[in-house]
């Protein structure tokens, strides 16, 4: 996904520099799946709340890592 994002990005940017060339480059291809990691992860975070959690977690396996987790520092 974070690829995906990546590519998204970089094609609307207006960059005159193809994709297949940011691919051909390890550092900023890197980077910009870097950024694309920590855009999802700030985006999907601002916008979780308890019935997206449970969408996406029928077996309440993160709910209960989350309820360990509290449990434990309080």
């Known amino acids: 996904?974070?690829?995906i994002?990546?590519?998204?990005?970089h094609e609307s940017s207006g960059s005159s520099k193809p994709w297949a060339d940011v691919l051909a480059d390890a550092k900023d291809s890197g980077d910009k799946v870097?950024?694309?990691k920590k855009r999802l992860n700030r985006d999907a975070a601002a916008k979780m709340n308890t019935a997206r959690l449970a969408q996406s977690d029928a077996m309440a396996e993160v709910t209960g890592w989350l309820?360990?987790?509290h449990a434990m520092l309080t």
Not at 5 to 9: F, H, Q
Request: overall charge positive.
């Open 5 to 9: 994002v990546a590519k998204s990005v």
């Open 34 to 36: 870097n950024r694309a």
């Open 67 to 69: 309820t360990r987790i």
């Open 1 to 3: 996904m974070p690829l």
